[in-house]
Every structure is written in structure tokens, then in C-alpha cells.
């Protein structure tokens, strides 16, 4: 599986992102080698301070179009924030806390939504890079999401009109091994790893009967196999698509408690 489609798209937020995390590190190092490190000493407070300010920011990314691109100036530097940011804005939760465990279910309250947020961030960039890859190198169908069970619907019909008329050993292969899958769409996790595989285990019944028919009835196959490509390319369009939707689920919800979370900790440290 080649891996260069992970390489930054901007190379220099990279760069500076791996700089800062250094140089927030290092500061943190050498403040900890003179003085001891509290989340609420001067340290602790400038990191969780930060930490803070970066997912405030990092939580105006949907709201970007309405902002006028405020207070970044293009919606590229606003994703790229958005991710790089996180990163960082982990870091420094880390920091505040002096990479100590939390002592109440508070703070682990934080820290998990920290994680998980980060994460599910890292999981969705993998997901938005490798998902046009698979599509580009293994499908030549588009569709839209919604669409997707009425086309599969379709296809059946088109099967059985093909198939209509043909011999014993052609209809019975079809009707045990290729029309129960034409029923339904038919979504799999396995379609974000191996497509290409899916698709030759479909179309194997019907190459191993390929040698016991008649030149006509090779034309019928040859139909058949089409509406058997067009399935698993349509399974897989769904199956791709489904996984950016529960991924949104998986990372916009807890982003979102993850800020009430924050909030609710800055208001008991400033008034309790």
C-alpha cells in the first residue's frame, strides 16, 4: 500500500507545527528543571490559556464562511489551522497538566475529550486522503450518497432481464450466487482496504462457468458481469461515503462537549 498520499499537502504548517511542539517542550523542560509545574501556577496557566484560545478557534471552522474568513483569510489556512492546531492545542493540554494522570473525574473528562477529539481529527484526515485514492485508483463510478439504493434497485431488474431466457447452468449460478447480492445495497467496512478484491469474489462464480457456455450465452455473461461491476462499485461508493458521515459523528459531537467541558473549567477556576 503506498503511503505518499499522507505527505502534508502544505509542508510548511507542518514545519512550524513540529517547530512550536519542540519549542513548547523544550520551554516546558526547562521551566520544570528550575521551578516546580502546576496547572495552576504561571506555566500551567499560560499553556492551558493557550490550549484554550486554539480550540475557541479550532471550534469556529464551521462557521468559517459566515466569519468572512476571520481571523484566518482562506478557507485552506482555516483547515489546515483546524488541524494543525488540535495538535498543538493537545500539546499544550498535556503541558497545563505537566503530563501528570488527572486527580478527579473532571479532568479525565477533559483529557479523554482531548484524546478522543485529537484522535478522531487524525482519523478523518487519513479517511479525507485515502478516500479519494481507493476512488480514483479502483472505481469509475460516481454517485451521490442518497441515490445509491434506488440505482442498486435498478439493477436487479436489469439482471433478471438479462438472464431472462438463458441456459440451465447460466440461470442457476445467477440465481444462487448473483441475484440474492443484487437485492440490496450491500455496504462493508472491507471496501476501505480492498476493493479490487471484493469485486473479483463477486464475478468468480461466473468466470468459473464461462468455459461451459455457448458463444451467445458469453454475451449474457458478459452483461452479467457489467451489473455485477456496477454493484460493488456502487456498495463501495456507499460504503466510503458512510464512513466520512460516521466519522463527522464520531469527531463533531465530542469537539463541541469538549468546549462546554473547557468552559465549565475555566468558570470554576476563575469563581470557585
Known amino acids: 500500500m503506498p503511503w505518499s498520499f499522507l505527505a502534508p499537502k502544505r509542508p510548511q504548517w507542518f514545519r512550524w507545527t513540529s517547530i512550536a511542539a519542540g519549542a513548547c517542550l523544550l520551554i516546558f523542560l526547562v521551566w520544570t528543571w528550575w521551578v516546580p509545574w502546576a496547572p495552576g501556577r504561571f506555566g500551567g496557566l499560560v499553556a492551558g490559556t493557550l490550549a484554550t484560545i486554539i480550540f475557541v478557534i479550532d471550534g469556529l471552522y464551521p462557521l468559517r464562511r459566515r466569519l468572512l474568513a476571520w481571523p484566518l483569510r482562506t478557507a485552506q489556512q482555516w483547515l489546515q489551522f483546524h488541524l494543525y492546531g488540535g495538535i498543538i492545542g493537545s500539546l499544550l493540554v498535556l503541558l497545563h497538566m505537566g503530563f501528570r494522570w488527572p486527580s478527579g473525574w473532571f479532568g479525565w473528562t477533559l483529557l479523554l475529550l482531548t484524546t478522543w477529539t485529537t484522535a478522531a481529527g487524525l482519523v478523518g484526515v487519513w479517511l479525507q486522503k485515502w478516500i479519494p485514492t481507493l476512488i480514483v485508483n479502483n472505481l469509475t463510478l460516481e454517485a451521490l450518497y442518497d441515490r445509491i439504493p434506488d440505482l442498486v434497485g435498478r439493477l436487479q431488474a436489469q439482471a433478471d432481464a438479462v438472464t431472462a431466457g438463458a441456459s440451465e447452468i447460466l ?6 450466487d448473483i441475484r440474492p447480492a443484487l437485492a440490496t445495497v450491500s455496504p462493508s467496512w472491507s471496501y476501505l482496504f480492498d ?11 461466473l468466470r468459473n462457468i464461462s468455459q461451459f457456455l455457448t458463444e451467445e450465452e458469453r454475451t449474457r455473461l458478459g452483461d452479467l458481469q457489467a451489473i455485477v461491476g456496477e454493484k460493488t462499485e456502487l456498495d463501495a461508493q456507499l460504503s466510503l461515503q458512510r464512513a466520512l458521515r460516521l466519522w463527522l459523528v464520531l469527531h463533531v459531537p465530542p ?7 473547557v468552559a465549565v473549567h475555566i468558570l470554576a477556576v476563575v469563581y470557585l
Open 195 to 205: 476493493i479490487t478484491g471484493t469485486r473479483e469474489r463477486r464475478m468468480q462464480p
Open 171 to 176: 440461470d442457476r449460478a445467477y440465481q444462487a
Open 255 to 261: 469537539a463541541l462537549l469538549l468546549l462546554a467541558v
